[in-house]
């Protein structure tokens, strides 16, 4: 089974920009199709970005301003978080799947990191 540890998240200012990593031990991140959620005070966790292959997907609200990629020697997967905006505050984080293609379900996911805060002021 994987461990996932994220890390990367903290206090920015509206428009700006975050990359948060997470870090993969025990098997590498190839074993796995990688995924991003958040979630917010009082809601959901939500999809955020996830990575099959050489495939991504995204959720609605962040396309064109967050990108996930991975770097398989480092053994980590990013999220790249770009014009950040106060509604974008959330816990992050990182998730596991074994199976291929781009789900935005948390229930397909079987391993989870503990988290990282991000805090986008206005």
């Known amino acids: 089974q994987v461990q996932l540890v994220e890390s990367g998240g903290g206090l920015v200012q509206a428009g700006g920009s975050l990359r948060l990593s997470c870090a993969a031990s025990?098997?590498?991140?190839?074993?796995?199709?990688m995924g991003w959620f958040r979630q917010a005070p009082g809601k959901e966790r939500e999809f955020v970005a996830a990575?099959?292959?050489?495939?991504?997907g995204y959720a609605d609200s962040v396309k064109g301003r967050f990108t996930i990629s991975r770097d398989n020697g480092k053994n980590t997967v990013y999220l790249d978080m770009n014009s950040l905006q106060p509604e974008s505050t959330a816990v992050y984080y990182c998730?596991?799947?074994?199976?291929?293609?781009?789900?935005?379900?948390?229930?397909?996911?079987?391993?989870w990191g503990q988290g990282t805060q991000v805090t986008v002021s206005s």
């Open positions: 998730a596991a799947r074994r199976y291929y293609g781009i789900r935005a379900s948390s229930s397909a996911y079987g391993a």
């Open positions: 025990g098997r590498t991140v190839t074993d796995y199709n």
């Open positions: 990575q099959s292959g050489s495939r991504t």
